[in-house]
């Protein structure tokens, strides 16, 4: 059975940091690269970041840049999102997406609330 288990969301402040972490379970982790998706209320849902395979490729939207890095850990079947200097509008839903390189089955977490707010 495929898993997506976000973690580490909260309650913040304008300019604190948070890591949010996605364990996965039941599927081949490193055929697969992971993205972070996010959505605000009354909004569509965006794609934040991505990283191959290997790790070695990340991508991000131009919002996050020089903020927010994504990693993975092969070993451990994780994807990390490392968000610094968060702002207000850094507030949503984030959720963990999987997509194979090989078939393109995609697959999906349950999401994490980010909240920052003075």
């Known amino acids: 059975q495929v898993e997506l288990v976000e973690s580490g969301g909260g309650l913040v402040q304008p300019g604190d940091s948070l890591r949010l972490s996605c364990a996965a379970t039941g599927y081949s982790f490193s055929t697969y690269a992971m993205s972070w998706y996010r959505q605000a209320p009354g909004k569509e849902r965006e794609l934040v970041a991505t990283v191959n395979p290997g790790g070695g490729s990340t991508i991000y939207v131009d919002s996050v840049k020089g903020r927010f890095t994504t990693s993975r850990d092969n070993a451990k079947n994780t994807v990390y999102l490392r968000m610094n200097n968060l702002k207000s509008e850094d507030t949503a839903v984030y959720y963990c997406?999987?997509?194979?390189?090989?078939?393109?089955?995609?697959?999906w977490g349950q999401g994490t609330q980010v909240t920052v707010s003075s």
């Open positions: 997406n999987a997509v194979s390189v090989r078939n393109r089955n995609t697959y």
